[in-house]
């Protein structure tokens, strides 16, 4: 298990942008992780954060999320959560009640098909 934080970005459609996340992300990645997810906000009409291959994230991390978020609402975007995770990540994500304020789904089919089915 590759624990070293990455983020990859694949673009399936011109205004669709996947982040994959892998490994550990913390405070230690808090920036990077906040400046492409902002700028991704910025360029795309959905944003898909896949946390299926995340070992670890913390409260910076949920934080970058929330942010995020609040951008896409505000440019009329749509940020969507991919959490077919691992179990210490979707426990965080369940202790902290954080998928009752975001639209979730649990594969990337299901994130672009949930996305053409949005009114």
Known sequence: MNLAPELNVVRPTPTTA????????????????????????????????????????DSSFLNNLVQAQRAAQKREHMLLLQVGTEPAVRRLLEITKFLEHFDHVHSREEALTWA????
């Open 18 to 57: 996947v982040v994959e996340v892998l490994g550990e992300h913390d405070l230690s990645t808090r920036d990077e992780t906040a400046e492409l997810f902002g700028r991704l906000v910025d360029e795309h009409t959905l944003v898909v954060i896949d946390l299926s291959k995340a070992y670890f994230i």
């Open 116 to 119: 053409v089915d949005q009114p």
